[in-house]
């Protein structure tokens, strides 16, 4: 469920701030178990909270379009990228990589306004790969 409602994040139809089927994906999301707990996880746990939490705030901005959201999703990135630098001991590159991608990404909206297809699959392509290598280095660490 997960997959299929980032993916749809992708689709440039869907785009217009304030549509209410987002309003209704991100109730959808505020209700996975994982985010039920007032405490805040750890160890894997800790990753999985956050990419939930990104998923949610990038639905909270579509359903509302107040950009306050969108510094809590960049913001939850970031947090979720240190936990993985710190977990596997690979220094700053984790959080330094998120960084250069929230900059390139906020570069490219703010020249280009009238994103087309081509241009969403490219980031769409790159932030695959880079998640990928991210679960890559996850499976990497022994958890307790």
């Excluded at 998923?55 to 960049?74: E, I, K, N, Q, R």
């Amino acid at each position: 469920m997960y997959l299929s409602l980032l993916d749809a994040l992708w689709i440039t139809e869907s785009t217009s701030v304030g549509n209410a089927d987002h309003e209704e994906v991100r109730q959808q999301i505020y209700e996975f178990p994982e985010l039920a707990s007032e405490e805040e996880p750890s160890g894997v746990g800790a990753y999985i909270s956050d990419a939930l939490s990104a998923l949610y705030y990038a639905y909270s901005y579509m359903a509302t379009g107040d950009t306050s959201w969108v510094s809590y999703c960049s913001a939850v990135l970031m947090d979720s990228a240190h936990f993985l630098d710190e977990a596997s001991n690979s220094g700053r590159a984790t959080k330094q990589s998120e960084l250069a991608e929230q900059l390139k990404y906020l570069d490219l909206l703010s020249v280009d306004t009238s994103v087309d297809a081509s241009s969403v699959a490219r980031v769409r392509d790159e932030a695959r790969t880079e998640a990928r290598q991210r679960v890559d280095l996850l499976k990497t660490i022994g958890f307790r």
